[in-house]
Each structure stands twice: as structure tokens, then as C-alpha cells.
């Protein structure tokens, strides 16, 4: 009998004082995307991995991109863009934890942080920039960036980024980039925009696709749930009541709709382990949020999909998909916050479907090629029009 043996780290050609930090931090084996991305990255070519956030993917292109830098030349030699800060901070974080004990300087580089201080890291010198598309323009802007060292650029999230307007500034930034450069693009989706940037700014890119039988992996349990749009608060309500999450994120289609949620449920239940996080919230407060939800002190996380579709705490239980998202890529995203790989439990996501929504439903099933099941709340009466939907109604129970 053949045993198949788990893969390693060394197999990837990556340096053993490389791997000792590794195993320090707890990676003894690469996950599937690793497994895929990291050989063609090292070998210097362009690579795209269609990739979900909570798959390693992090590591997946940042270990590749340190093996190549140059620590006696004090310059900047990669340079990661990411859609969010909060994403910026968690590519940041996930760096500095790979790259401890070595001599390599990181920079964050983001929006809604003192410029200065920024300015200041990289006129002392950083091998690797991680930022958001609008600092980076500003850096350049300003000369404080200086690209012509650069050997690798990282496009991450390069579909989120492309949704968020940023082409036009990733365009800029790619230009300001040598040539010679070598291109990594990671990408949850491959929608038509993201083909063309790759055609536009990669040279003959190797596909590493993990997408197609894993979209969204096996260790989230998916289900569906129809009700009336005036009846969602108290769905929610219930479907709470019976899933007791350790830790859920309600996702809204609208800034306006997470606060309005964020108001109701905190008078109803005059709780302060409830918040909410969107666009529209002062930095200060879009960290104290995350930094909240990362400890464990929040339970119940009210979000759009621009900035919670980044989230990477692995306490997530449950996703709730209050609104059907309005585009089915961000599904994908936003049921990925849970189940993830630093997590020992599965996860659950359940979507409120109205019954206009069957299509977008439809939509999604497809997209991730999976028929959900249909989630089941005890005597809940998930519509007023009894007559009309007897059917559906019998099966909540009634
Ligand atoms: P990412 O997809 O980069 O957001 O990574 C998701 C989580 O998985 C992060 O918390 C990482 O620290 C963790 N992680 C990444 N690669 C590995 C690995 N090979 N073994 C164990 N944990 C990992």
C-alpha cells in the first residue's frame, strides 16, 4: 500500500533558517495554496492564485517574495497593495510574524494614519511596503516611495480593489514600477476586469487556480432562509437565539442598514458586545472594532461587505447574511470569514433570502455550485401572507 505523505515546507525551496521560523509560529505544513503558489513565485515568474482570504494565501506570496530580497541594500524591493487598511494591517501583521527574527524592515503604508510617521519609516529605510493604493500615490507623490530597487509588486484582493475604484491609482502605481519586475496578483474571483490588469501588467502569468472545487471550503456549513423584509430583525432574533455563535458577523448591503441594525439590536438588548463597522467610521473607531472583535470582547459584528469582507479573526462561528449580497463574488467573501484555516471549528452561514431574492439565490448556488439547505427556526412565522406561501411556512414549523 502507497502512503501519500503530507507535503513540507522544504519541498517549496524555501531557506531552512526560512522554515525554522515557520515551525517557531506553528506552520508545519503549506496549505493547498501555499503548495501551488510559492514554487512558481519562487522561480521568478509573473503568478496569478485565485485564492480566498483564510486559505494562507498571505504567507502564500509574501514567503516567495523574501526569499529574493536584498537585505544589505536599504531599499524598497516589494511592494504589497491591498484594497483596505484593515486588510494592509493583517498582510502587515501576518509579515512581521513570518519574517520575525530576521533583519527585514516592513512599512505600512494607509490611509487614516499620521503621514509623517510613515514618511519617517521609509526615509530610515524598509525592504518591504505593504499599503493601500491612496498612501502609496500620496508616498510617490510626495518622492518619499522610491520604486526603482523594486523586484516584486503584490497585487492583493486585486478584484476587492478594482470593485473600490482603485484602477486608476493601481494603474499609476504599476507604471512607476520597473519593468522588469516580477508580478504576483492574488484574487478570491477572476471577473473580466482582473483578466485585463493581468494582461495589461503581467508577462505570460502562471495560473494557480484553488478555486473551482473549493470556492468556499468544506469546513463552512451553508444554508439558506426565507422571510419577509419587515420580519428579518426578528428572524435574526431567533436564528441567534438557536445558534448561540461565539462570535458572528450580521452582513448589511448599506452603511445606513448596519447602523440601523447596530441601534435596534443595542436598545433590545442593551448589550456592549454588539458593534458595528463601515466606510463611514473614523479609523480610531474601525480599529478599536477589530482590536474588539479580535479578543473576544465583541460578539456580534454588524458589516458591509467593503470592510468586512477582509476580517481574518479566527473566533468567527457564523456568518449572517442579514442582506442577500448584491454581487455573488461577494458570497465568496463574505461566508470566508469563518471556517478558517487558523480555526479549529467549522463555521455556519446562513442567508436571508426574501421571496424576490429566489434569483439572487439562484445566483449564488451556481456560483458556488452547491444547492444550500434550507435552515430551519422553530415556530417562526417567517411570513405575514399565510395563504400565499403555506408551504414555506409549514416548513418553519408551523
Ligand atoms: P490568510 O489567508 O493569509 O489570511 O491566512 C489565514 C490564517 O492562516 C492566518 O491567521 C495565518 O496566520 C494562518 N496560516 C497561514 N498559513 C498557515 C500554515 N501553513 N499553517 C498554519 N496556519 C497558517
Known sequence: MQVKSEPTFEQLGLQSSTIKQLSRIGYHTPSPIQLAF???????????????????????FMLPSLERLDLERNRVQVLVLAPTRELSEQVYAESMKIGGGSRIN?????????????????RRGVHVVIGTPGRVIDLLRRGVLKLDALKITVLDEA????????????E?????CPSDRQTLLLSATMPPPVEKLAQRYMSAPEMVDLSEDRVVVD????????????????????????????????????KRGADALLEQFTRRLKSNRIAAIHGDLPQRKRDRVIRELRSGQLRLLIATDVVGRGIDVSGISHIINYDIPEFCDDYVHRVGRTGRLSSDQNGRAITFVTLAQGGELTNIEKRINTVLPEYIVENFEAFRRRDQTQRTIRKFGN
Do not use: N
Request: with cysteine; net charge positive; aromatic share 6%.
Open 106 to 122: 516592513f512599512g505600512l503604508v494607509v490611509g487614516g494614519r499620521p503621514v509623517h510617521r510613515q514618511i519617517e519609516d521609509l
Open 219 to 254: 469546513t463552512i456549513e451553508q444554508y439558506y432562509i426565507t422571510v419577509d423584509e419587515d420580519r428579518k430583525r426578528s428572524l435574526l432574533i431567533r436564528v441567534l437565539a438557536q445558534e448561540k455563535p461565539s462570535q458572528a458577523i450580521v452582513f448589511t448591503r448599506t
Open 159 to 170: 478584484d476587492r480593489m478594482l470593485d473600490i475604484g482603485f484602477r486608476p491609482d493601481i
Open 172 to 176: 499609476r502605481i504599476l507604471k512607476a
Open 38 to 60: 510559492i514554487p512558481v513565485a519562487i522561480s521568478g515568474r509573473d503568478c496569478i492564485g485565485q485564492a480566498r482570504t483564510g486559505t494562507g494565501k498571505t504567507a502564500a
